[in-house]
């Protein structure tokens, strides 16, 4: 088993590109440093590759992404960088290219995956968090076809006002899907094998879903989010005493 958690810092589909100004570009790589990353490297198993997408072209080149490079090469991190869009199917996405061409160009870059019979594709964004046994917990589930693991109730973070609530929804965009290897390495084999999944809503309808534990994800708000507020329906119970929950997603 190989397991690979996916990141899109740039050319997510609902974002246009004179929205990713080098302003934005910043403010998200500090997002990511300060919530995203540390969570990953707080996980108590470190055994997977985290796989950072940008868009092209340009984004190789771009000062910002060589910094970050640098950061996390200095951390002895396991990362890759990809420069071809988001490289899995989504809804909102607006690229000339299809889905199987950004996977197929992506994957170049993907080492050493071909020595497993089986990839676990993990889904967090770049502004999101994970509890420190969530890639444990993901890959003590045994493998199967077409299974997915998905979370529903964690948390939401206020980056600005510091406010922590619940965040409970059916499908919310952390999941994994459990890929035979051979099939994740095929481009086509790999989207007919989500059948008609095109958005994270969609897990729980078209593959064979297992929900795991409560309250290991955390949503995190802030000036720029563009689809998740604080006052959203998914909000319940806010938190006053909110250190220990915090820890556990490597916050200080």
């Not at 951390?75 to 000339?96: H, M, S």
């Not at 020595?115 to 968090?129: A, E, N, Q």
């Not at 059916?170 to 481009?187: G, K, N, Q």
């Amino acid at each position: 088993m190989k397991h690979i958690i996916q990141t899109v810092l740039t050319g997510r589909g609902v974002r246009r590109l004179e929205e990713e100004t080098p302003e934005w570009l910043i403010g998200r790589i500090e997002l990511f440093k300060k919530y995203t990353l540390p969570s990953l490297l707080n996980q108590t198993n470190r055994n997977f590759l985290h796989w950072i997408s940008f868009r092209e072209p340009g984004e190789e080149s771009n000062e910002q992404v060589i910094k970050l490079k640098e950061y996390l090469t200095n951390l002895n991190y396991n990362f890759v960088f990809t420069y071809n869009g988001q490289p899995y199917i989504d809804d909102k996405i607006a690229d000339n290219r299809t889905e199987d061409d950004r996977f197929r160009l992506s994957l170049e870059k993907i080492k050493d995956i071909e020595d497993s019979d089986w990839i676990y594709f993990t889904v967090l964004d770049s502004d999101d968090m994970f509890s420190k046994d969530v890639v444990d917990e993901i890959q003590r589930e045994k493998p199967a076809f077409k299974k997915a693991l998905v979370y529903q109730k964690g948390y939401i973070y206020d980056d600005t006002t510091r406010k922590l609530a619940d965040w409970d929804t059916e499908s919310p965009p952390f999941y994994t899907i459990i890929y035979p290897t051979e099939v994740f390495v095929d481009a086509i084999k790999k989207r007919e094998y989500v059948d008609a999944f095109k958005s994270h809503e969609d897990i729980i309808r078209f593959l064979h879903y297992k929900v795991l534990s409560k309250n290991k994800y955390c949503v995190v708000v802030h000036k720029n989010n563009k689809s998740t507020y604080w006052e959203h329906k998914y909000k319940g119970q806010e938190y006053s005493q909110k250190e220990k929950i915090l820890n556990n997603f490597g916050i200080k």
